[in-house]
């Protein structure tokens, strides 16, 4: 089975950097997916780690360390579109059907 | 085409009605999913469809049956359910079920259950 935690609620201010962190004990591990949903939508793939180390794209970079169980999702030079929930999701190894599943979210708040 | 669509947008239906939620992509993904979510939690894996064969079902009651007639749409066929089972059910899909590859989202079918 699968456990990842992550932060309930975080709040941040406009243009600054904010770390969301992600940890998961997991019977097996084939990658962490990072996904980002507003109220009301779909979510929306925003980064990929099978590897430990650091992945950037743009103003959000997403860490693995597979030795801690440990990811987080970095986001800088916020803006106030990036208000959203925050889904760490791990994919599980071929023996458990490759499934993902979804940690329960991070709120993120992002005020003036 | 990174889209994946779903039909309808909102479905309100009775216990007792018999109802489908569809499910479309033209990506040339061979691994399509259904997802639950309820308020505020995170999507639950229902069924998984990998090239057009169910590979997975989380337990799923039989009063939802998936459906994938070929390798572009996916069906969730509704039956004599629940008010519990009102939620936000999310399809996606993904270049192929066994890779590392990430699941695009469809916009949901808000499915409230009188």
């Known amino acids: 089975g699968q456990n990842i935690d992550q932060p309930t609620e975080m709040t941040a201010t406009e243009g600054a950097i904010v770390q969301i962190n992600c940890t998961y004990q997991t019977s097996g591990f084939n990658g962490l997916f990072w996904y980002q949903q507003h109220a009301g939508e779909a979510p929306t793939f925003l980064s990929y780690?099978?590897?430990?180390g650091l992945e950037e794209k743009g103003r959000f970079s997403s860490f693995l360390s597979r030795s801690k169980g440990y990811s987080y999702l970095l986001l800088k030079e916020l803006q106030m579109k990036d208000s959203a929930s925050y889904l760490c999701?791990?994919?599980?190894?071929?023996?458990?059907?490759?499934?993902?599943?979804f940690g329960t979210g991070t709120q993120l708040k992002v005020e003036l | 085409d990174t889209e994946v669509t779903q039909t309808p947008k909102h479905l309100v239906m009775g216990m007792t009605n018999k109802k489908s939620l569809k499910c479309e992509q033209h990506?040339?993904?061979?691994?399509m999913y259904w997802y639950k979510q309820k308020a505020k939690k995170p999507p639950e894996l229902m069924f998984v469809?990998?090239?057009?064969?169910?590979?997975i079902n989380e337990s799923v009651p039989s009063r939802f049956s998936p459906e994938c007639p070929n390798s572009s749409l996916l069906n969730l066929h509704l039956h004599a359910l629940q008010p519990e089972d009102s939620a936000l059910y999310l399809c996606?899909?993904?270049?192929?079920?066994?890779?590392?590859?990430?699941?695009?989202f469809g916009p949901g079918t808000r499915l409230t259950v009188t």
């Open positions: 999701a791990v994919r599980d190894g071929p023996g458990g059907g490759n499934k993902l599943t």
């Open positions: 990506m040339g993904h061979r691994a």
């Open positions: 469809y990998s090239y057009e064969k169910l590979s």
């Open positions: 780690n099978v590897l430990d």
């Open positions: 996606a899909s993904s270049q192929e079920g066994g890779a590392a590859y990430e699941q695009y």
